[in-house]
């Protein structure tokens, strides 16, 4: 089992970056695929992107494919989310999962591939 812990979010005015961090414990965190999903309210929560178990592999919604960039640090059991050019319609809840992965170079796509959750953190993004 793996504990996830957000943080980063905040307010900011469109155009401005912002980085997300995600901490785990638990587990070996190296064993699990991470993905970073946002829900705006009255939307569906949506896979925005996610990195392999190595961080070799990745994938990037549309909306956010050249402005955001996931990365993670095995060693220190966390992945992030820089965040940047960002516009009000990125405003949502962000949310860190994972998934216990058997193959390395793997990424995973639907929210219900995904075991275990954070709590969220709010970006806010003016216009």
């Known amino acids: 089992q793996v504990h996830l812990v957000e943080s980063g979010g905040g307010l900011v005015q469109a155009g401005g970056s912002l980085r997300l961090s995600c901490a785990a414990s638990?587990?070996?965190?190296?064993?699990?695929?991470m993905g970073w999903f946002r829900q705006a309210p009255g939307k569906e929560r949506e896979l925005v992107a996610t990195?392999?178990?190595?961080?070799?592999?990745?994938y990037y919604a549309d909306s956010v494919k050249g402005r955001f960039t996931i990365s993670r640090d095995n060693a220190k059991n966390t992945v992030y989310l820089q965040m940047n050019s960002l516009k009000p319609e990125d405003t949502a809840v962000y949310y860190c999962?994972?998934?216990?992965?058997?193959?390395?170079?793997?990424?995973?796509?639907?929210?219900?591939?995904?075991?275990?959750w954070g709590q969220g953190t709010q970006v806010t993004v003016s216009s």
């Open positions: 990195i392999s178990r190595s961080g070799g592999t990745t």
């Open positions: 999962a994972a998934h216990n992965a058997l193959l390395t170079g793997t990424v995973y796509y639907r929210r219900q591939d995904y075991d275990y």
């Open positions: 638990g587990r070996a965190f190296s064993s699990y695929v």
